[in-house]
């Protein structure tokens, strides 16, 4: 198990966006845009069951997430881990609702689709660099 020292992890408690990479069936990288936080010991992001991100952590939760400083974008830390789906709805919703007030000033997460199901993506860390 590795760990974020405190710059790394100002970085993820930031308003700095984050690159989560999952492994879809056939082996290739899936990379999308995600918000990110950090509870001190593990990396977080949000997102939703049927989702492709979701869909690809279920079957194999190998996952990298990197954030870029948004003031310097060669700053930078990448985490790589095993994510773990907290598939609790309500803890998932209070956490999306906490990171749309992070990153656009709504308390209130705006973008449910229907039928989905929000979920905490909790990022074990195993390797995080630069060290």
Do not use: C
């Not at 970085?11 to 845009?33: M, Q």
């Not at 010991?41 to 990298?64: G, H, M, Q």
């Amino acid at each position: 198990m590795a760990s974020l020292n405190g710059k790394q992890a100002k970085l993820f408690l930031d308003k700095n966006l984050g690159a989560v990479a999952t492994i879809r069936e056939d082996g290739t990288p899936h990379v999308t845009p995600v918000w990110v936080d950090y509870d001190g010991k593990d990396v977080l992001f949000n997102t939703a069951s049927p989702r492709a991100k979701w869909k690809y952590l279920k079957r194999d939760p190998r996952v990298t997430i990197e954030v870029h400083s948004l003031e310097d974008p060669y700053e930078y830390v990448m985490v790589s881990g095993t994510a773990e789906l907290e598939e609790d709805e309500e803890a998932a919703n209070r956490h999306i609702d906490k990171m749309s007030l992070k990153y656009r000033g709504i308390p209130k997460y705006q973008n449910h689709r229907p039928g989905e199901r929000r979920v905490i993506v909790r990022v074990k860390p195993e390797r995080v660099y630069p060290k």
